[in-house]
């Protein structure tokens, strides 16, 4: 059953970054792409749990703040170790200046 | 206080020590606005490029020089000179570029990483990965494998590893080990298995390098091959030695807060250049996504919040030399950095307490 729920604002993320966004118990990161689309994956590196929203985006890639261990949030795939895991992804929908994820 | 029997701490990675370190989340962080800790983390492939094409030209230049005098006494500072740039300056490369901060571009990292790697003798997987530990759990004992000073520390260890004696004959036993196809227990404990062949291999090749030089020595009854590849790792990391001894040493162990556990120490630019900036440790622990390049400048954004950064490596090493003597004679013992008045306190955490032999 899909569950849309709204993450944030399309301003509250600036171009080329990444917001943490809680929802039940479980935490996601809400990318905003250098050509303003928006993603969403899971917010913690499969490498040490540690929250990718303090990382660094440069492209399509989000940089674990900890050990560099990097993944592409478009695909959620690992693309440096230590990450080796890939992450989750979720579908995002923007609507009236809204970002919405389709969350479980 | 646990009631075991006294006794010195274990600090192998499988042994009665290596219980579990500290949640990420828990390692204290200095405030920083997110907008300005952006700023700092930028990879920029410029300064990279100058940076290291700086080193490799004044490395290949200072070696021309090496190979032009000798067999005259000219030899003698030209090996000198050389060896800091090859030793040296190789084994901070290794570093940065294992963290992957120096270029923007990757394969620009991957390059220097391996080249920077096999002029240090490190094995460039089991290296990223032992790193990676040193980071989750620095200082920490029983999980982090690169506790250079195991306590009661050894003194003579570490001014004979000024020529990488200790150290640098381990990497080469390693060398032959992974070449093998053989781990350590502790190995095993960081390497995962899908890196473990290319890290058998690389070591095969670094190694199948080595003895190359070692026979177009012995083919040309020559020691230069030698003094170009292969000694400089000896005689000219001194520097490196010199100047990393006093990340850790003598201070606090299992405590995840890095403003305690490390040091940042000044330099002049020179030592800064060969050393890549590592002398801010404690910003690089704190934040290890900031390449060395505005190290400096993350240095000014968190110090009130930090210790006083040491005005030398003379001044680090004169707290670090006695604290060391005492810990031979009291493990116990260790410096404890003071924060400033207006510093974020260190929050409390739980590790167990062990009882040390005296």
Known sequence: MSNWTRACAVDDIEEEDLIRFDHNGRTYAVYRSPSDEYFCTDGLCTHEQVHLADGLVMDYII???????????RTGKAMRSPACVDLRTYPVRVENGQVFVEVE | MTDEAPRFRDYSLTGIDARPGFEPGQWYSSPIPRKRLKQLMRRSDRKGLINNGLWIGLTVVTGCLLVATWGSW??????????????????????????????????LNNVFYHLASFMSLKNPYLWRWSHTRHHTDTIVVGRDPEIAFPRPPSILG????????????????????????????DEKQYLIESERPPAFWTSRVHLAVHLSVVGVSIWTQSWLPLMLIGLPSFYGSWLHHLLAATQHAGLAEDLPDHRLNSRTVYLNPFFSFIYSNMNYHVEHHMYPMVPFYTLPELHEEIKNDCPPAYSSSIAAYREMIPAMLRQRRDPNHFVRRPLPEQANPTPHYVRPQFVYAT
């Not at chain 1, 940089?63 to 949030?73: A, R």
């Not at chain 2, 570490?158 to 227990?185: A, H, P, Q, V």
Request: one cysteine or more; hydrophobic letters at 40%; proline letters at 3%.
């Open chain 1, 63 to 73: 940089e674990c703040p900890m050990h560099n261990g990097q993944f592409d949030y």
């Open chain 2, 74 to 107: 000219w030899a003698l500072p030209a090996a000198f000179v050389y060896g800091i740039f090859y030793g040296s300056g190789a084994d901070s490369r290794w570093h940065e570029c294992g963290h992957g901060t120096v270029f923007k571009t990757r394969w």
């Open chain 2, 158 to 185: 570490m001014f004979t590893n000024l020529l990488y004696l200790r150290s640098g004959l381990k990497e080469f036993d390693r060398m032959i080990r992974l070449s093998l196809g053989r781990l350590t227990d």
